[in-house]
Every structure is written in structure tokens, then in C-alpha cells.
């Protein structure tokens, strides 16, 4: 059973989260996220120092959480594009919160910043698929991470409708699981010229 210490930090978090995700940490305010949380600044500040430190939390929650539903595998990296997909279809505060998150990054990121330790067994599981021939060698795996998150944020979030012309969520999520397979195609070997 949670304590209410708990549950007061994960009402901070989860409205942190949806204000972080409106406003960037530049945008956001202390005062709305303690007024959606229930919480007064004062509690807020018991559990982060700074709007700074709030920030750094609800994005390692977030990447934990999706890290955990979407499961990057080498061996099937449209499927994991087509997993994100629907995370950023269902979640689209995640795709608003991946933006800010982008654009707040500091020049010099810390070995120790969430993103960082997450990218890394993403990035050694990349390098399996390359390994046994699932995915291009020839791709540098933290660059192919990053093509393929901005190549499946930007089909998930694409404006869709009713419209004439305008794609179906199924139509652009099929769009980003062949953009990915196409990416990731492992060329075949071109027979070297004969000599002599």
C-alpha cells in the first residue's frame, strides 16, 4: 500500500508531466502544477528542488514507462516503430513531452541523464540486429535510434481527418513500420570484381 508521501509525489509527476508537455520548463509554472497536484508549492519543493530537477524526473518516468510498453528488439525494429507509434497515437503528451525534451537538452548531457542510460541498451540492442543481420551495418546505432523516433513522432502526430486526401492513423502507422524496415534493409552483398 502507497503512502500518502507517495501518492502526493505521483499526483506532482503526473501533473508536472501534462504541464511540461504544454509549456516546456521555460513555459511551465510552479504554481499550476502544485494547484493540479493538490499539493502546496512548499510539498512540491520537499520533493524537487528546483522546476529543473521536477523536469529531469517526469522525463525518466516517462522513458521508463515507454521504454517498458514499446520494448526495442534488433531482430524487429518495425515492429518497435509501429509499438512507439501507438504509444504517441495514445499518449500524445509523450510526443509534446519527447519535443520539449529535445529542445531543453543541455549542450553537454551527463552519462547519468536518463536518456543517456536509456539509449545505451537501446543502442548495444541495434548493434545485435546489425551483428545477426537484421538491421545496416552500415548505420551508427544512437543515429538510427534518433531517425527513427523523429520518423515515427512525426508520422504519429501528423494532422489526420475526414478530409479528402488526408491519411487514417492505420494508414501513416503502416507508413512508419516500412519507412523503419526500408531504413534498417540489409543490402546484398555485390559480388567484387574478378581480376585477372
Request: no cysteine.
Amino acid at each position: 500500500m502507497r503512502s500518502a508521501g507517495e501518492a502526493t509525489r505521483d499526483r506532482i509527476l503526473a501533473a508536472a508531466k501534462d504541464e511540461f508537455a504544454r509549456y516546456g520548463v521555460a513555459g511551465a509554472r510552479i504554481n499550476r502544477i502544485a494547484e493540479a497536484a493538490r499539493a502546496s508549492k512548499d510539498r512540491l519543493y520537499a520533493y524537487f528542488d528546483s522546476k529543473e530537477a521536477l523536469f529531469d524526473a517526469v522525463i525518466q518516468q516517462w522513458i521508463v514507462e515507454t521504454t517498458e510498453q514499446t520494448a526495442l528488439r534488433g531482430d524487429d525494429l518495425p515492429g518497435y516503430a509501429g509499438r512507439l507509434f501507438d504509444d504517441y497515437v495514445a499518449h500524445p503528451e509523450n510526443a509534446r513531452l519527447q519535443e520539449w525534451a529535445d529542445l531543453e537538452m543541455r549542450e553537454q548531457i551527463a552519462d547519468s541523464d536518463a536518456r543517456i542510460v536509456t539509449l545505451r541498451p537501446k543502442a548495444a540492442e541495434i548493434r545485435r540486429g546489425q551483428q545477426e543481420g537484421f538491421v545496416d551495418p552500415s548505420w551508427n546505432a544512437g543515429e538510427l535510434l534518433l531517425v527513427i523516433t523523429d520518423v515515427v513522432r512525426s508520422l504519429a502526430t501528423a494532422p489526420g481527418g475526414k478530409k479528402s486526401g488526408e491519411r487514417t492513423v492505420a494508414q501513416r502507422r503502416q507508413t512508419a513500420v516500412e519507412a523503419v524496415r526500408r531504413l534498417i534493409r540489409v543490402s546484398p552483398v555485390e559480388d567484387a570484381p574478378r581480376r585477372g
